[in-house]
């Protein structure tokens, strides 16, 4: 469980933001707010289990302080055992209102709770091989294991894993959400999510997406008024297919398969129109009442390939560009699209990312590069999903079914992005991403890619 629409803050950004309120507000006051919800919540879990809670050096640790005095007070039998000595002058004024005695991580004895607050923030390099082991031990001896706003050994803005055990049960973020929380190793080594309020106020135009608001069509509604989905077809029909049928059952008004083939299979209701090249394409896409063009699933990369999404390039229409079609961009990708005028989208999962982009750095910053480079929307897919857009606008999902790891997700994606764009939807990618996690949650384990579209319309009716 992760947070729906949390904002998301990098480590210097949270720091910012606390240096804010201190120069209103005492920091142990916040701090004191910290460990409070970190003892709320661990308390939920105790069951009259003894505690123990592990400080570190820095903040991180005088939260911990704080919180075993309060779960102390609170008439709970807790151990504390540190790192070392508190190195910061919050963490020594809570180590001082603790009073109490403070053992050694390297002698601790596991107990059934334990309570992380080795490192948060302020983690730089990876677990010192003393601590690593030590932690790992306690945490799998452990019933339960809350981490204070990160568990120890993650790196707080990419998730990289610095020496992070497993079998955390819950991680408690304070003020906000870090990247960490939904990107890389993070995705499997916070357990649950739960975020607390501790009197921050962030701003970040960076969140955790959320369920769309979508509206039923109005009673004047009509097939183009709902949305024209044009999908060009290539050398995997069922590919173009599969993605012509995620607009149909995502809601778009009209679906049209631009195909060399007769198009066969896929629903009735999926209009046909042949196309055998580039310079047909290119004519058929000056249809004005067209609301958005998909290509690239199972395109190809040959040179009619490149005939056809050329003539989709230089067609001023809202364009989702999937697969092969980025493949076949490549490097060039930033070129070709800066000279559009209408609005592209890119769905490229992590291989297609890194054939086009030179890019280093986590994957909110990569994405952001991408998507300024190429003034695009990008979707960078995976069991974390970054959406980015080219003003700094940025949505993640990181709690999709990984039953979604099967061939053909990705062009249903394309469809259901297709259909919210040709709907005029402001916020496509985002409802998109929603849709399609949902759908796939609602069809349980092991599905098909074809069996996606058929549970959008439940998960549309979710949203109205
Ligand atoms: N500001 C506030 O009042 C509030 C902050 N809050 C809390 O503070 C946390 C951030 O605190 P923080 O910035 O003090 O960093 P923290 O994560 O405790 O670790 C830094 C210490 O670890 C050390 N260190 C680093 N890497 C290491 C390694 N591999 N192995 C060993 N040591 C290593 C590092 O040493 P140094 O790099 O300086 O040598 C330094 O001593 C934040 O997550 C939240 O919980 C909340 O209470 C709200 C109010
Ligand atoms: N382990 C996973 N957890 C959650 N979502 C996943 C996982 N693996 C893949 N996905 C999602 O499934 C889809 C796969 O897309 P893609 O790789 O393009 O597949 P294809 O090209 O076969 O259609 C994407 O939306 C991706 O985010
Ligand atoms: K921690």
């Not at 709320?40 to 704080?66: M, W």
């Not at 929380?181 to 960076?206: F, K, M, N, T, Y």
């Not at 890119?346 to 750095?361: K, N, V, Y």
């Not at 974390?384 to 790891?405: F, H």
């Amino acid at each position: 469980m992760i947070p729906p629409g949390a904002p998301i803050v990098t480590a210097a950004q949270m720091r910012a933001a606390e240096e804010a309120v201190f120069r209103r507000e005492p920091q142990l006051d916040v701090m004191e707010r910290a460990g409070a919800a970190v003892a709320r919540e661990a308390a939920r879990f105790v069951h009259g289990s003894p505690i123990l809670v592990l400080a570190g050096p820095g903040n991180n640790g005088g939260d911990a302080y704080v919180a075993a005095r309060l779960l102390k007070a609170a008439g709970h039998d807790v151990a504390i055992a540190a790192s070392g000595e508190p190195g910061t002058p919050a963490a020594r004024e809570m180590h001082a209102r603790w009073g109490g005695e403070v053992g050694s991580l390297y002698q601790a004895r596991p107990r059934p709770v334990l309570v992380d607050g080795l490192f948060g923030t302020g983690l730089t390099r990876p677990l010192e091989r003393g601590i690593a082991p030590v932690f790992a031990e306690l945490v799998a001896a452990a019933r339960f294991t809350l981490a204070i706003d990160l568990p120890s050994g993650l790196e707080t803005d990419s998730g990289t894993d610095l020496g992070v055990p497993r079998g955390i049960s819950a991680t408690l973020a304070l003020g906000a959400l870090k990247p960490a929380h939904v990107l890389g190793a993070g995705l499997e080594r916070c357990g649950h999510v739960l975020l607390a309020d501790i009197g921050i106020p962030v701003e970040s135009q960076w969140r955790t997406v959320t369920r769309p608001k979508l509206v039923a069509p109005g009673p004047r509604a009509h097939k183009y008024s709902r949305g024209l989905v044009v999908v060009v077809e290539g050398d995997m029909p069922g590919a173009a297919r599969l993605a012509a049928h995620a607009a149909m059952a995502g809601g778009a008004g009209y679906t049209i398969l631009a195909c060399a083939s007769d198009g066969g299979g896929g629903p009735d209701a999926l209009v046909r129109h042949k196309i055998a090249n580039g310079d047909d394409l290119a004519d058929f896409l000056t249809e004005k009442r067209i609301g958005a063009v998909v290509i690239g699933p199972g395109l190809g990369r040959d040179r009619r390939a490149e005939g056809l999404l050329k003539a989709a390039l230089g067609a001023d229409l809202p364009l989702i560009l999937d697969g092969d079609a980025l493949t076949l961009l490549g490097k060039s990708a930033g070129a070709w699209l800066q000279r559009r005028n209408a609005a592209t989208w890119l769905t490229p999962h992590a291989g297609e990312f890194e054939r086009m982009f030179e890019s280093d750095g986590d994957k909110i910053t990569q994405t952001l590069a991408a998507a300024s480079e190429t003034r695009a929307t990008v979707i960078h897919k995976g069991a974390d999903t970054v959406i980015a857009t080219p003003r700094g606008v940025v949505r993640v999902l990181a709690q999709a079914s990984s039953w979604l790891s099967t061939a053909g997700t990705g062009d249903v994606l394309a469809g259901t992005l297709a259909a919210q764009v040709a709907s005029g939807n402001k916020n496509a990618a985002e409802a998109a991403v929603w849709l399609h996690a949902r759908a796939a949650a609602l069809a349980g384990p092991a599905f098909i890619a074809d069996a996606l579209p058929m549970h959008l319309p439940q998960a549309i009716s979710e949203c109205l």
